[in-house]
């Protein structure tokens, strides 16, 4: 089964700060990993995925395959960067190809 | 490109009642998939359909069922509503091969009352 974790409901920072949303998933398979994001009044939005490596508005996330987890940071968070997060899970390749699994999302809140 | 447009936005619907929900792809995508997110909760995955085909289905009952065309639009059709089923119902769509790499819609509120 595909299970993701997110445990922080909300999220406050100050603006400036360094900011980090837990993810945490349970696959017995190869994962893909993924956070979308969702700003106010707008559609939910592909923000990176593990396997391109890649920094998109400052975001990094890096996958632990040790500890399960697919945490997504920023050094110094920008009141633009208030929105909901979801961390999601695919399968690469095997019967549960194309599904994603959500997690419950967490609110960030960059405070000026 | 206007994106993954999805139709009716809002609905109302009465339990017992039969509701279908429309969903047109982003331009150069021939995957669709569907999810339905209640309310504070993540998407859940309903199923996902590729070439006319139901490919991927995730833990719903069978009220729930789809159909894409060949268009690569698809839609979404539920039966005998229930009260839970009041949700937001997002479609995503991307090219076959790209895993979890979706655009999605803004969504449609399915309300059963």
């Known amino acids: 089964a595909q299970r993701v974790t997110q445990p922080e409901k909300l999220l406050s920072v100050f603006k400036g700060a360094p900011v980090e949303l837990k993810c945490n998933y349970s696959?017995?398979?190869?994962?893909?990993l993924f956070w979308y994001v969702q700003y106010s009044r707008q559609r939910l939005q592909l923000l990176l995925r593990?396997?391109s490596r890649e920094s998109i508005k400052g975001f990094t996330a890096d996958l632990n395959k040790g500890e399960t987890s697919f945490h997504l940071k920023k050094p110094f968070a920008q009141e633009e960067d208030s929105a909901m997060y979801y961390c999601?899970?695919?399968?690469?390749?095997?019967?549960?190809?194309?599904?994603?699994?959500f997690g419950q999302g967490t609110i960030l809140t960059v405070h000026p | 490109d206007a994106g993954v447009t999805q139709s009716p936005t809002h609905l109302i619907k009465t339990r017992g009642q039969q509701v279908t929900l429309r969903c047109s792809p982003k331009s150069g995508h021939d995957t669709v998939s569907w999810y339905q997110q209640a309310l504070g909760q993540g998407p859940q995955f309903i199923f996902q359909?590729?070439?006319?085909?139901?490919?991927q289905r995730g833990n719903f009952p069978d009220r729930f069922s789809g159909h894409q065309f060949p268009n690569y639009s698809s839609e979404l059709n539920v039966n005998a509503l229930l009260l839970g089923d009041s949700a937001l119902y997002l479609c995503a769509s991307s090219p076959m091969g790209k895993s979890g790499g979706y655009t999605f819609g803004s969504g449609t509120r399915l309300t059963v009352v």
């Open positions: 593990h396997i």
């Open positions: 359909y590729y070439e006319e085909e139901e490919r």
């Open positions: 999601a899970l695919g399968a690469a390749g095997g019967t549960s190809y194309g599904k994603l699994t």
């Open positions: 696959y017995s398979g190869s994962p893909e």
